[in-house]
């Protein structure tokens, strides 16, 4: 083996350890960390899941929520802090990028029709990066309480990964020795393991469609707009046509 499983077993107790004599501390570290590791758009649901493993450990069952609602904490701040930077910062520069991407140039005229609706949806497809999510969306037209609404669309996904983290976690103290697991413990994760899963994809794909829905109904209007001038101007150059000399 690559690595020894008691010296694994013993720095992974030792921060669990750790964890349980300083909870508060280990709540406002995972925060700041986490709101640094999102504003520079690294994969929040990356720590998300490490949230799943820790807490637990050092709350109990409980943890799971206490993970879910930091991971939650984490993606508003950091989402809030984006926002800022994106609108007042590098505003001109993401707007240059929006108008010449023809996969997110979309997203604007569907954000300012249907504003919090899109930003919702965006955030319920958790593979979106942080980058769109965050500074993307920040830069188009939509209005603050809009964007701060979205925030609600990825809770789900937010679970999922801690409640992910949580499944390893286990898994991991029983491949170490630490910890033993019944059938049905052991049925019951894989079951809501495959539900939460099915969830979030099934968000997912309908969060993808309702978008590509959205942007086709905004793309409607300007090209019968479009063919409204060219059948215009049709008609006044055969009206010149038409007119005696």
């Given at each position: ?27 406002v ?76 140039k ?5 954000i ?32 603050h ?14 679970l ?51 978008i ?12 019968k ?21």
């Open positions: 083996m690559f690595f020894k499983r008691e010296l694994v077993a013993s720095y992974l107790f030792r921060i669990f350890e750790w964890a349980k004599l300083n909870t508060i501390l280990c709540m570290t995972f925060v700041c960390l986490g709101v640094t590791w999102i504003i520079f758009c690294l994969p929040g649901a990356l720590l998300s899941f490490c949230g799943g493993v820790l807490f637990p450990e050092a709350v109990g069952t409980p943890g799971i929520f206490v993970a879910w609602l930091l991971a939650i904490c984490n993606q508003f701040i950091a989402g809030q802090i984006c926002f800022l930077v994106s609108r007042y910062i590098f505003y001109d520069a993401l707007r240059k990028y929006f108008e010449t991407n023809s996969i997110l979309p997203i604007e005229g569907s300012k029709k249907r504003g919090w609706k899109v930003a919702v949806l965006i955030r319920a497809i958790g593979i979106v990066p942080s980058f769109v999510s965050n500074y993307g969306v920040s830069a188009t037209s939509i209005k309480l809009d964007y701060t609404i979205g925030f609600i669309g990825g809770w789900l996904w937010e999922t990964m801690v409640y992910y983290g949580y499944c390893v976690g286990d898994l991991l103290k029983l491949l170490l020795g630490e910890y033993e697991m019944n059938y049905r413990e052991n049925l019951l994760m894989v079951l809501l393991m495959v539900l939460s899963l099915s969830l979030t994809v099934l968000s997912a794909i309908f969060a993808y469609f309702e590509r829905r959205e942007s086709k109904v905004d793309e409607v209007p300007h090209v707009m479009i063919e409204e001038m060219k059948l215009e101007s049709n008609r006044e150059s055969y009206n010149i046509e038409s007119k005696p000399q």
